[in-house]
């Protein structure tokens, strides 16, 4: 089990690593912004893709990512 682990460690590393490459040789400038990594750069490519002009306004990219708020019922409502 020790020595699986290790491999699958190895492993990871390699893609890690090749998942840096892709990200800086994609979107070079947004892997350079500060508090975006190589992880949060990825998702936004996978998410755009090769149409970045779908993701229009705050709003639209905020849908995809799960990060828009969910409209709630007040009390008054």
Not at 38 to 56: F, K, R, S, V
Request: proline share 6%.
């Amino acid at each position: 089990m020790a020595r699986r682990r290790l491999a699958l460690d190895e492993q990871i590393k390699g893609h890690d690593a090749h998942l840096d490459t892709l990200a800086a040789t994609l979107a070079p400038k947004m892997v350079q912004a500060h508090g975006i990594g190589t992880g949060t750069a990825a998702e936004m490519l996978i998410l755009a893709g090769d149409n970045p002009e779908l993701i229009c306004s705050e709003a639209a990219f905020a849908k995809p990512c799960g990060a828009c708020p969910i409209p709630a019922l007040s009390a008054a409502d």
